[in-house]
């Protein structure tokens, strides 16, 4: 019984290290050379939503390094939440922009996280939305005669 409670801990252990190793590894094979941003703005406030209407958001990355900046994902903290962006590579001096899809269901206040994955030596880049969802000013009234 007690070894069980020794060798489970020992066991996760060795898994995070033979991750973190071969991650580690794997990195320095794929690394691409650092570019420097410039983010013209990291929070977007959307303000006051109406519920069941999708709201976009735009954030403009302008690569001011001397080498590409490849953007090679976009997480975004919930399924409300849907974000596109260029695959290609960005050239220094242009600019490439993130496009957020906030499907506003719930209600209520809300803070969304973005986190854009590139090579940057700022890695990763975390953005921000924000807002409130209200109900919907027209009421649909089904009359019965």
Not at 87 to 93: H, R, S, V
């Amino acid at each position: 019984m007690k070894l069980r409670y020794f060798l489970i801990p020992l066991l996760i252990i060795l898994q995070i290290f033979i991750y973190v190793a071969y991650t580690s590894e794997e990195n320095k094979k794929s690394e691409m050379p650092i570019t420097e941003i410039l983010i013209h703005k990291k929070d977007v406030r959307l303000g006051i939503l109406e519920q069941n209407v999708t709201k976009q958001a735009v954030f403009k990355i302008k690569n001011v390094g001397s080498n590409a900046l490849f953007i090679q994902d976009v997480e975004t903290s919930c399924g409300c939440t849907v974000a596109e962006w260029t695959k290609k590579a960005i050239k220094p001096e242009d600019e490439a922009i993130i496009n957020i899809s906030y499907d506003a269901k719930n209600l209520g206040v809300f803070n969304k996280t973005i986190i854009v994955f590139a090579n940057v030596l700022e890695f990763p880049i975390e953005l921000h939305i924000s807002g409130e969802v209200r109900r919907s000013n027209t009421c649909k009234l089904d009359i019965l005669q």
